[in-house]
């Protein structure tokens, strides 16, 4: 069965770092986009970042763009979000997703996903 198993979330004050770690387990994932979304309470699922199959360099959400940084490694099958200068309204649970689409910024353009970890930036 294919998996997406995310880890590293945790608590972090404002203005910290943490680093996301989603292991792609079952089939490869090589020819696949993988993102990372978040969905804070009450609030809707939203892109942050993805890493497409063939791209040199990942693609973000505005309101991360500067601070957060996704990487793949193709050969171990994992996708990174390293996070820096994190803020309050970062906190959320993330999501680490799969799919065909190369440019994906909807969640209905992957096909597997994670269950998540979370994250809680506090002042």
């Known amino acids: 069965q294919d998996h997406l198993v995310e880890s590293g979330g945790g608590l972090v004050q404002a203005g910290g770092s943490l680093r996301l770690a989603c292991v792609a387990t079952?089939?490869?994932?090589?020819?696949?986009?993988l993102g990372w979304f978040r969905q804070a309470p009450g609030k809707e699922r939203e892109f942050v970042a993805a890493?497409?199959?063939?791209?040199?360099?990942?693609y973000y959400a505005d309101s991360v763009k500067g601070r957060f940084t996704i990487s793949r490694d193709n050969a171990e099958n994992i996708v990174y979000l390293q996070m820096t200068n994190l803020k309050l309204e970062d906190t959320a649970d993330y999501y680490c997703a799969a799919g065909r689409w190369y440019s994906g910024r909807y969640p209905t353009q992957y096909d597997h996903w994670g269950q998540g970890t979370q994250v809680t930036v506090s002042s």
């Open positions: 890493f497409p199959w063939s791209g040199a360099n990942g």
């Open positions: 079952g089939r490869t994932f090589s020819t696949y986009t």
